[in-house]
């Protein structure tokens, strides 16, 4: 069993910046391939960004250059790094470990509005 706790969410202008975190416990955190995926309104949740437990990230194409995924095993956290903000960027932002299975957080609202 994982648990995982995002942070770092809130309302932010356009062309702004936000670190979102999500803290794990619960199983070895080095063996999971983490991500950030996001569920607007009235849309399916679709992915952000992954990283590997070796490292290896991906990116959706909506995000690159403007979104960064890294992580810190020494933390158990990985964090999604996002600049640039953009209205349509808005959604709540879930974290995800997988490993044989997947396991959610709770998610964090990012509104970005002026």
């Known amino acids: 069993q994982v648990q995982l706790v995002e942070s770092g969410g809130g309302l932010v202008q356009p062309g702004g910046s936000l670190r979102l975190s999500c803290a794990a416990s619960?199983?070895?955190?080095?063996?999971?391939?983490m991500g950030w995926y996001r569920q607007a309104p009235g849309k399916q949740r679709e992915l952000v960004a992954t990283?590997?437990?070796?490292?290896?990230?991906n990116t959706a194409d909506s995000v690159k250059g403007r979104f960064t995924i890294s992580r810190d095993n020494a933390k158990n956290t990985v964090y999604l790094q996002m600049n640039s903000l953009k209205p349509e960027d808005t959604a709540v932002y879930y974290c995800?470990?997988?490993?044989?299975?997947?396991?959610w957080g709770q998610g964090t609202q990012v509104t970005v509005s002026s």
């Open positions: 990283i590997t437990s070796g490292g290896s990230t």
């Open positions: 619960g199983s070895i955190f080095s063996f999971y391939a």
């Open positions: 995800n470990a997988h490993r044989f299975t997947s396991y």
